[in-house]
């Protein structure tokens, strides 16, 4: 089987017709698009030179921001004013595939860190085509998302996993720097034509904070506590999410110590002795499994600091993982972390989500990173 043909006809196959990317088909949970795992869906199509579909969701997600602009606004005057405010308030972190906001679960609704994701992608999808036209038709909503973060990144908020809304996360920042660095990008190319002043002023505060306080023994931690910043919490630091902290956002050089720490923490703490990789230690979602999106991304990682021969073994492990349909899940039942939680969560959702589109899109990222194609 071709996973990599098969990867990319899957994601194509569960577009939705107004170009959302459903998180997974088959899991009624997930009957959603998430505007992170949609961004690095859609950057993974454009990887494969399926430019259209890619285009499909980055002009969904701008309609959709341009829908609940006006949030961004009453966000800015309640903080001005020193109002409360709530989680509904905020742009939402995933919609139905027909761009409404979805309020019927418990998960929390404010998180940043897609958006941030989505600036990168779409500036990645002009850099790849080369298509200013196109660009200039979703300036508006770029530069509204570079006016929310600039307004929401140090509120605390729920990190990618849906957990700790009273906590910052450094994955969250880092994703949040990145887009503003790919906007900065284009700005200094004349392919945009937003306020090059702010968006660095943003960026550098970011990045300071990070160093600041997101860095526990020369490596990155995966909460922020600038009020506590001895508080037991951050020193549990290993977290696969800070993969996207190294790679897209690379918020210290690639090469550098803290970058190092960080990815060997990972590798040392996190990766089983099959091969997969957790999301962290104390993980008891379905029992705490090895996920398919993070070992990709780890060989992505390892890929772009020369250690070719780990990340082709994440890929091979990747391979073995799909069943006959050349479906991909969320996560792998073996070697749990905490297999007394498993029975739990299958009676109460059933089975693991499979196929989940993010998976694939990891997949194809590793795949083309490592020029197999």
């Not at 939402?92 to 906001?101: I, N, P």
């Not at 990709?296 to 250690?307: D, F, R, Y």
């Not at 073996?334 to 939680?341: C, E, T, Y």
Request: proline share 4%.
């Amino acid at each position: 089987m071709d996973l990599y043909q098969s990867s990319i006809e899957i994601i194509r196959q569960f577009q939705s017709p107004e170009g959302a990317y459903v998180a997974s088909p088959n899991f009624s949970i997930y009957h959603y698009s998430w505007m992170r795992d949609s961004s690095y869906i859609a950057y993974a199509m454009d990887l494969a030179g399926e430019h259209n579909s890619a285009r499909r969701y980055y002009l969904w997600a701008a309609n959709v921001i341009e829908k609940h602009k006006n949030k961004i606004f009453f966000i800015k005057q309640a903080l001005n004013h020193a109002r409360p405010l709530n989680d509904e308030n905020f742009l939402f972190t995933r919609y139905t595939l027909a761009g409404s906001e979805d309020s019927s679960s418990k998960w929390g609704n404010f998180q940043y860190d897609g958006y941030g994701t989505w600036l990168w992608a779409v500036c990645e999808h002009y850099l790849m085509t080369g298509d200013r036209k196109w660009l200039l038709s979703v300036e508006e909503s770029l530069n509204l998302i570079v006016e929310y973060l600039q307004t929401v990144w140090r509120l605390p908020n729920f990190d990618c996993w849906e957990e700790n809304p009273d906590l910052l996360h450094s994955y969250s920042i880092a994703s949040a720097y990145c887009g503003l660095r790919s906007v900065f990008k284009l700005i200094q190319e004349g392919a945009l034509n937003l306020d090059p002043i702010t968006v660095k002023r943003s960026m550098e505060e970011m990045r300071a904070f990070i160093a600041r306080y997101g860095v526990i023994n020369e490596k990155l931690t995966k909460h922020i506590r600038p009020d506590l910043p001895e508080d037991p919490v951050r020193r549990d630091s290993a977290d696969a999410s800070l993969l996207g902290a190294v790679l897209p956002a690379e918020i210290f050089p690639m090469d550098h110590p803290i970058m190092m720490n960080t990815i060997t923490s990972i590798q040392k703490e996190l990766v089983s002795s099959d091969g997969g990789v957790y999301r962290y230690r104390n993980d008891t979602y379905y029992g705490g499994g090895q996920w398919i999106l993070l070992t990709a991304w780890l060989g992505w990682v390892e890929s772009k600091i020369g250690q070719d021969d780990l990340a082709v073994k994440r890929l091979i492990w990747i391979e073995k993982q799909a069943d006959e349909n050349g479906w991909l899940p969320e996560q792998v039942s073996n070697n749990l972390l905490a297999p007394q939680f498993y029975a739990e969560w299958l009676k109460n959702w059933g089975g693991i989500a499979k196929p989940l589109l993010w998976s694939h899109a990891m997949y194809i990222i590793l795949f083309k990173t490592l020029n197999l194609s």
